[in-house]
Nanobody
Framework: QVQLVESGGGLVQPGGSLRLSCAAS????????MGWYRQAPGKQRQLVAT???????NYADSMEDRCPISRHNAKNEVYLQMDSLKPEDTAVYYCNLWHRSLGNYWGKGTLVTVSS
């Protein structure tokens, strides 16, 4: 089993920054891909960014400049630095781990609210 625990969400004013963290534990291949998705109220869950163990990244459109993803392989942690936040970034952010032998695992999510 794989457990993913997110942290770092909260309330931030427009233009502010947050750093999300996700710690993975359990049994999984070291080359599992990790990433972040988000779900805004009334909308479907969508990709923010993913990163492989080798550091290859994939971003949703317009996210790379404002929300760089990074990873610490030895700690089994993935991070999302979110800058210049906008009200439309308000969502629950979910950590994801994927490997072809396991499928997808999800954390419980952390709420990010961007509001003045």
């Amino acid at each position: 089993q794989v457990q993913l625990v997110e942290s770092g969400g909260g309330l931030v004013q427009p233009g502010g920054s947050l750093r999300l963290s996700c710690a993975a534990s359990g049994s999984f291949p070291t080359n599992a891909r990790m990433g972040w998705y988000r779900q805004a109220p009334g909308k479907q869950r969508q990709l923010v960014a993913t990163i492989t163990s080798g550091g290859t990244t994939n971003y949703a459109d317009s996210m790379e400049d404002r929300c760089p993803i990074s990873r610490h392989n030895a700690k089994n942690e993935v991070y999302l630095q979110m800058d210049s936040l906008k009200p439309e970034d308000t969502a629950v952010y979910y950590c994801n781990l994927w490997h072809r032998s396991l499928g997808n695992y999800w954390g419980k999510g952390t709420l990010v609210t961007v509001s003045s």
